[in-house]
């Protein structure tokens, strides 16, 4: 028998000083543009308040964003790129609602139930990833973007669902299935998202979420091989 060899984690380098002044930056712009969209509102605030909040000039703040819908929807963005990975990482022989809660828990355990706070007019502390979503009805380019976000996760979850169970390419079943794990996914964020603007204090997020899934569990049965 060969000796047992245990793979060690593959670990990041370090970032070199540029790479982390500029992801500093980066951060300290998401941060208070957070705040102010917070506290004046998304179209109320303007790409020249928040580089000036943040001391830079306009030029530098868009050599990180290309647009203010950017730096409102940067967590947003990061978030659905998370929950796609994670829901590709789960073992095989997870039924439906087993994948899709380990998916969300897994989630917040990552920080999204306590991530970067922003302070409300009303003294709450408010977790800033949901600082994009609070102005889907109000600002046409957010909701645009987080469309375009919706349609892409929703794509590559269909892909990814095709390839775990088995469906041949252009099946219908694998979408459905996605389209019920991201409709889950969207109750999470704006369930949340719509609680708090209410002023009432929501569930986690992996609950809001789990709940709702469980209402598309039964009809997914049939699909799942």
């Known amino acids: 028998m060969g000796d047992n060899v245990t793979e060690s984690p593959e670990v990041s380098p370090p970032l070199g000083r540029r790479e982390r002044k500029k992801a500093e930056t980066k951060q300290k ?10 506290s004046k509102g998304y179209d109320a605030t303007s790409v020249h308040e ?5 001391d830079l000039a306009v030029g530098t703040l868009y050599l990180h964003f290309d647009s203010k819908a950017d730096i409102a929807l940067v967590q947003f963005r990061q978030w659905m790129t998370d929950f796609v990975d994670a829901i590709e990482s789960r073992p095989d022989g997870e039924s439906p609602d087993q994948m899709l809660a380990a998916t969300l828990h897994e989630l917040s355990d990552a920080g999204y ?3 970067q706070q922003l302070q409300a ?5 408010l ?3 949901i600082i994009g979503i609070l102005f889907t009805e109000t600002a046409p380019e957010i909701s645009g973007l987080i469309y375009q976000m919706l349609i892409e996760a929703e ?4 892909s990814f669902f095709g390839r775990r169970l088995g469906y041949p390419v252009g099946a219908l079943e694998p979408l459905i299935i996605a389209s019920a794990f991201m409709a889950a996914w969207r109750v999470t964020v704006y369930g949340y998202a719509t609680m708090i603007a ?6 986690a997020p992996d609950e809001i979420g789990t709940r709702a899934f469980a209402a ?4 997914l049965e049939q699909f799942w091989t």
């Open 29 to 38: 712009i998401v941060e208070v543009a957070g705040q102010l969209f917070l």
């Open 50 to 54: 928040i580089a000036d909040a943040a």
């Open 113 to 115: 139930r306590s991530s």
């Open 121 to 125: 007019e009303d003294g709450r502390r």
């Open 127 to 129: 977790p800033s990833v």
């Open 155 to 158: 794509q590559e979850v269909a």
């Open 198 to 203: 209410a002023g009432v204090d929501p569930p």
């Open 216 to 219: 598309y569990v039964k009809g």
